[in-house]
């Protein structure tokens, strides 16, 4: 009976990845229940090659400057790669990042904030689970480069710590 189980989810992987190639998707997850003790989760997903956008600075007219939010956080120079700096704090895993715990709730941490060693920093949400992110040493935020809500992938860049 166990070959025939996996057998069935072989054969429903496939199609999942057949589907995920068919309507040109990067990723698809899905939950089975087949009974209290016996659930099969699944995650397939390709690799997409992606082209790099460069943007030139647009000058703005004085009112509209004037009107625009403050930024959350400072763009890299297009020659420095965030993830290589030395206080780069790291995704350890693909997700959606948060910066609060709540919708509405207060960030964790501010640009110009000092951190503790294993003070929360953010949240990474994989699976519906909430991964807290620790600072991995004390220090001053110097930028956040993510934005509350914005889906990540393992190894990017979150939060740079001087």
Known sequence: ??????????????????LLRTNDLTEIEVMREFGKDDVLNVRVARQTQTAAVVAAPVAAPVAAVAAAPAPVATAPAASEDPAQLAGAVNSPMVGTAYL???????????????????????????????????????GKVARILVDDGAPVEFGDPLIILE
């Open 1 to 18: 009976m166990g070959d025939k189980k996996q057998n069935t989810d072989i054969d429903f992987i496939t199609a999942l990845a057949e």
């Open 100 to 138: 609060s715990a709540e919708p509405g709730a207060e960030a964790f941490v501010k640009v110009g904030d000092t951190v503790k060693e294993g003070q929360t920093l953010l949240i990474v949400e994989a699976m519906k689970t909430m991964n807290q992110i620790p600072a991995p040493k004390s």
